[in-house]
């Protein structure tokens, strides 16, 4: 790993705001991968628990996700991010608290669950729009791709021991504990944001909420490169969802046997996530976004090798590529993000983001079954296989996908992009001169001790 890790990579965890997000994220990512296994075994053993049940619980945390995402952009762009991530964490620490609390009481009362479970959906409504937009406010622009690399490697990596000890304290201390363990990282990250320091910033000219997302809209909409990739994950999630996701796993239980195949499957791709960190801090490719969706045909593999029936280690090798991949992208693609989009609009344009690359997941579920039932499990996953291939394509056709290039540091948002971003709204209100003081601001005062310096590495 130390030959994978260069020592410049590291020279960012010496920023002590960015030192702090790291850490809050880690303890997060921590409680985060325990949640899925204590919730649940606690609604299946609870008085009159059922899958039904398990899967109201989860609906219902993530509409109200998906309801909150776009509001969420608004209040992170008009508002101290790390703070609004701060609210964010407690919000999810009271509703996972008061979660673990009835679970522990043996409640047979399933209504304040579900309750309970809006409250921990909305949290990271308000999280995930703020955490995009705040690592390019506490970091310098040559240092972005290193510090989004090595968060998402902790994360990863936080995720894999998170899995573990979920089952040794869902086994052990029992599930309401265990959530009760995950509302404690919700606080453990919430008191490492709070030290978090932001250069002083503009303020937005005040405007209503509609009128904050329509600005948002039109940052998105005007970027070809941003909607076409927004798109192209959409539909490539709704092939994965339902052919790895759904089909995945009955094909596991028909043809494999058990659940042994997808164990493995789902570790190798875990696995794959992690070294797919490690690979995205070493590449600095000039086309950006062009590498990440090149990355993207990596998805494919898998749906022929269940479709097929082929061995395990194989199956394994698929779900590994499936994760390299997927992590190199979204380094890249966060990191494109931060430099090419206006820091004062950026979490909206992040809110957007996320909002349409799951859009049409929920197709992909509720299509999977019938198709498979109609055409068998494997011509389903054959078909999704070639879709999810043809989203890559598509996307690759567009000018603005293969041309966009990296930035450079000192370069304000939008001077590189202007020929390859292809205008479909009303035009972007002029920010070069506000960028450029804003990263002045950042030199002079962002924690980083004064002999550091970055060696970027071209490719």
Known sequence: MATLIRRSDLQVLRNRSYLRLYCARTGSMLGNAISPVALAFAVLDMPGGSATKLGLVLLVRQLAQIALLLFGGVIADRLPRNLVMVASDLMGAAGQAGIAALFISHTSNFAPI????????????????????????????EQLQSANALLRFSMNSSTIVGAAIAGVLTGTIGPGWALGVDAASFLFS????????????????????????????????????????VLQFSLANACYNGGINVLGPLVAHTRYGGVLSWT?????????????????????????IRVA??????????????????PIWVLAVTALLIGVCLDIFSVLWDTSLQTHVPQESLSRVSAYDALGSVALGPIGLAVAGPAAA???????????????????????????VRNLPAQKP??????????SAAPAGPGRPAVADAALRRDAARAETTDVDPDLSGDRIDS
């Not at 000192?410 to 020929?419: H, L, Q, R, V």
């Open 293 to 310: 969706t090149y990355v993207t045909f990596g998805f494919v593999p898998a749906f022929f090798a269940w479709a097929a029936g082929m």
């Open 264 to 288: 493995v499957f789902s570790v190798a791709r875990a696995a794959g996530l992690v070294v797919g960190s490690l690979v995205a801090m070493r590449i600095r490719p000039r086309h950006p």
């Open 190 to 229: 919430a008191v490492f944001l709070v030290g978090v320091k932001l250069p002083p910033t503009e303020a937005l000219p005040k405007a209503s909420k509609l009128t904050d997302l329509r600005t948002g809209w039109r940052e998105f909409a005007s970027r070809q490169w941003i909607w076409a990739i």
């Open 374 to 400: 109609a055409f068998g499990a494997a011509n389903a996953l054959v078909v999704g296989g070639v879709l999810c291939g043809a989203t890559s394509l598509g996307a690759l056709a567009l000018p603005s």
């Open 410 to 419: 000192g370069t304000a948002p939008d001077a590189a992009t202007s020929a």
């Open 114 to 141: 579900l309750a309970l479970a809006v409250v921990t959906g909305a949290a990271p409504a308000l999280f995930i729009p703020a955490s995009t937009g705040l690592i390019p406010q506490v970091v310098n622009r």
